[in-house]
């Protein structure tokens, strides 16, 4: 029998509202804050999106990198200090 590798994941689709052309990703605590997975704009109008796998019934925190820039979540209602005298959005799985 092959293990499921992806047992306890969860799909979590990752979007934002950017000016086309931008370069999007998202970092956080699930990725040791790499601003590693990019977030794509298919029909060239702004709207960004990513799909990732991430643990179940965990709180994570995030932000958005927009061109170098790190940005929370404007469409997230709960954020964090964090060490670096910024906030940090939040998702709960």
């Given at each position: 029998m092959e293990k499921n590798s992806n047992k306890g994941k969860k799909r979590i689709t990752f979007q934002l509202k950017a000016e086309p052309?931008?370069?999007?990703?998202?970092?956080g605590d699930f990725n040791g804050w790499e601003p590693n997975k990019k977030l794509n704009d298919r029909n060239n109008d702004g709207n960004y999106k990513g799909v990732m796998l991430l643990d179940r019934q965990k709180q994570f925190e995030y932000k958005f990198v927009i061109n170098g820039q790190w940005s929370v979540d404007p469409d997230c209602e709960e954020w964090v200090p964090n060490?670096?005298?910024?906030?940090?959005s939040i998702l709960k799985t």
């Amino acid at each position: 029998m092959e293990k499921n590798s992806n047992k306890g994941k969860k799909r979590i689709t990752f979007q934002l509202k950017a000016e086309p052309g931008s370069e999007v990703f998202v970092a956080g605590d699930f990725n040791g804050w790499e601003p590693n997975k990019k977030l794509n704009d298919r029909n060239n109008d702004g709207n960004y999106k990513g799909v990732m796998l991430l643990d179940r019934q965990k709180q994570f925190e995030y932000k958005f990198v927009i061109n170098g820039q790190w940005s929370v979540d404007p469409d997230c209602e709960e954020w964090v200090p964090n060490a670096m005298g910024s906030l940090n959005s939040i998702l709960k799985t």
